[in-house]
């Protein structure tokens, strides 16, 4: 069986010169637009590490810069192939920036390439210690719909509602708190990668701390929501 070679970027060439492009969106040579290798993933997209901490000031200049390049209008008069790589490459680099910028969605994406998550997952993983705390919240939510629809007593309905509002306070704080946690385990995950040191078992960790913290989110946007019907 014939062995699958790998390019790599020195082996990439530009389609109209034939220069060396490399995994560059333009050729240095004769400056057309290239087409990217698919294995190109969003971090590559803006030449960057697979590393969780970024400059975001640097990522949205680069975005700019790129979103200028790139943009259709620049290839009104260039060929069809041309224009379709220009239209392709501004939905990547939208695509790319929206995920990077956002320190929750990078460490998705990352776990994504790294297979332990699929897109669009998030698996709500409950804290053992708030299982009857959930179940008196769900109690409480409940009763608050019922009071409404029943048109019961507004003194009733108003102590729900400062419960609920105090429930409410006591999970946005322990979701900041998830948040630092995660914010603490992707500064791990860089500074394995820096050392050299085993980075892979960081990403269970990350895996289940996005869990926790989707949990929690949905349980905050639910009083949210319930609060905020007529």
């Not at 060439?13 to 240095?28: D, L, V």
């Not at 939208?94 to 320190?103: C, E, I, Q």
């Not at 995660?182 to 085993?198: H, N, T, V």
Request: with cysteine; proline share 4%.
């Amino acid at each position: 069986m014939k062995e699958t070679q790998t390019l790599t970027a020195s082996d990439l060439r530009c389609w109209s010169c034939g220069a060396a492009a490399g995994r560059a969106h333009f050729c240095p040579c004769c400056g057309k637009i290239q087409p990217l290798p698919p294995d190109t993933d969003y971090f590559a997209f803006f030449d960057l590490p697979r590393r969780l901490g970024l400059d975001e000031r640097a990522l949205e200049a680069s975005y700019h810069e790129l979103s200028w390049r790139l943009h259709p209008d620049r290839f009104a008069q260039a060929s069809e192939a041309e224009r379709r790589l220009s239209l392709d490459r501004s939905a990547q680099l939208n695509d790319a920036f929206r995920t990077l910028r956002d320190p929750v969605r990078r460490v998705e994406y990352l776990l994504w390439l790294a297979g332990r998550r699929r897109e669009g997952e998030a698996r709500q993983q409950a804290p053992p210690e708030l299982l009857e705390e959930v179940f008196a919240l769900n109690e409480t939510l409940e009763e608050l719909r019922q009071a409404r629809h029943a048109g019961g007593e507004a003194a009733a309905e108003a102590s729900l509602r400062r419960q609920l509002e105090a429930e409410q306070q006591k999970l946005e704080t322990l979701l900041a708190a998830v948040d630092a946690e995660l914010a603490e385990a992707a500064a791990a995950w860089d500074r394995a990668l820096d050392s050299g040191a085993a980075a892979e078992p960081l990403l269970d960790r990350l895996n289940e701390i996005l869990n926790r913290r989707s949990y929690l989110r949905n349980l905050v946007e639910n009083i949210r929501q319930e609060m905020a019907a007529d």
